[in-house]
């Protein structure tokens, strides 16, 4: 048996995700000054409230490149 199409949501498979990657964590606390790289471990970091939308099309791209430039600074650093 089918649900009618008035029940439906409009976009089903798009919906909130509720873990960050671990770069994503660590970029959101430095932002908030929770964090230091310096002096904190990657291990154990504190929860972080999420609140993204998976989003498609150019801003995808955008969020992917930042995240690409994110990770190419945080491996010239480690060098």
């Known amino acids: 048996m089918s649900i009618h199409s008035s029940l439906k ?3 089903t498979l798009a919906g909130e995700r509720s873990v960050l ?3 994503e964590r660590i970029a959101k606390l430095t932002k ?3 964090f230091k790289a310096d002096d904190a471990s ?3 970091l504190p929860k972080v ?3 993204y939308k998976i989003v498609s099309g150019k801003k995808a ?3 992917a490149k930042e995240r ?3 990770l190419k600074e945080k491996g010239a650093k480690k060098k």
């Open 68 to 70: 690409e430039e994110a």
């Open 49 to 51: 409230r999420t609140k």
């Open 32 to 34: 908030d000054g929770k």
């Open 21 to 23: 990657t671990r770069v």
């Open 61 to 63: 791209k955008a969020i």
């Open 9 to 11: 949501g409009i976009d």
């Open 42 to 44: 990657v291990y154990g």
